[in-house]
């Protein structure tokens, strides 16, 4: 994809001596919304993972905003502009919200942009201000979800990554969370999406993405997705 704020190329990780990514190539544009859909071990997490710097490519390139960030460590790619929310949340639950929130808060927004602030995400996510000074170990699972979109709202991203963030939640608490990530489209935010709750996954998706076996095997956009059974059949199992 020309112009793409982040592109992977030939792509291979593994975590012993099997290859779980074998060459994955995406895109994910400024501004709108990628979402990458597969069956469970199809490797989306390890995506997340090997773009963030958790996970060294064994081979390929990744890049964004135009800098190679391949095989950098993770705190420079959060820096340069990447906000992660991992599937387990990664909340510190000795540290109280607000705690929780200030200890990832760094960055600012970039020229014309709106800096994200502790009032910006108190105003996004209410709840998190009335239990700004409890534990983090004592919120909910919705709660903990808002917490880590928050604290990585906080890094100030030019893309988001979300892996799995409606897992276990209840589906009053799945449509707040969608709401939100509208929001956050809204103000030009690229999200890159792992999701296994299919409706959820396209209900804001500008483009998707099928992985299967450790590659990409159809990439598009959500309305040519729609249309592609042979796809969904293979691919998800639908």
Request: proline share 4%; net charge positive.
């Given at each position: ?65 135009g800098n ?27 540290l109280s919200v607000l ?140």
């Amino acid at each position: 994809m020309s112009g793409a704020l982040l592109q992977l190329e030939q792509v291979r990780a593994s975590y012993g001596s099997g290859d779980v990514l074998q060459g994955v190539s995406l895109a994910a544009a400024a501004g709108r919304v990628l979402s990458l859909l597969g069956r469970n071990g199809a490797g989306k997490t390890t995506v997340l993972k090997t773009i963030m710097g958790v996970l060294a490519p064994r081979a390929g390139s990744i890049r964004f905003a135009g800098n190679d960030i391949t095989g950098a460590p993770p705190h420079r790619i959060a820096r340069a502009g990447l906000g992660y929310v991992p599937e387990t949340r990664g909340i510190f639950p000795s540290l109280s919200v607000l705690e929780n929130l200030t200890v990832a808060a760094r960055g600012a927004a970039e020229a014309g942009g709106e800096a994200w602030t502790l009032d910006r995400v108190f105003a996004l996510f209410p709840r998190l201000h009335e239990r700004r000074h409890g534990g983090g170990g004592r919120l909910s699972g919705g709660e903990q979800q808002m917490l880590a979109i928050g604290r990585a709202l906080l890094t100030n991203p030019r893309l988001l990554l979300l892996d799995e963030p409606t897992e276990g939640l209840a589906p009053i608490i799945v449509d707040g969370i969608e709401q939100i990530l509208r929001q956050l489209k809204s103000t030009g935010l690229a999200i890159l999406l792992v999701e296994q709750n299919l409706p959820f996954a396209l209900a804001f998706a500008d483009e998707v993405a099928v992985l299967g076996k450790g590659q990409v095997r159809w990439s598009g956009t959500a309305a040519e997705f729609a249309a592609a059974e042979a796809v969904k059949h293979r691919w998800l199992g639908l």
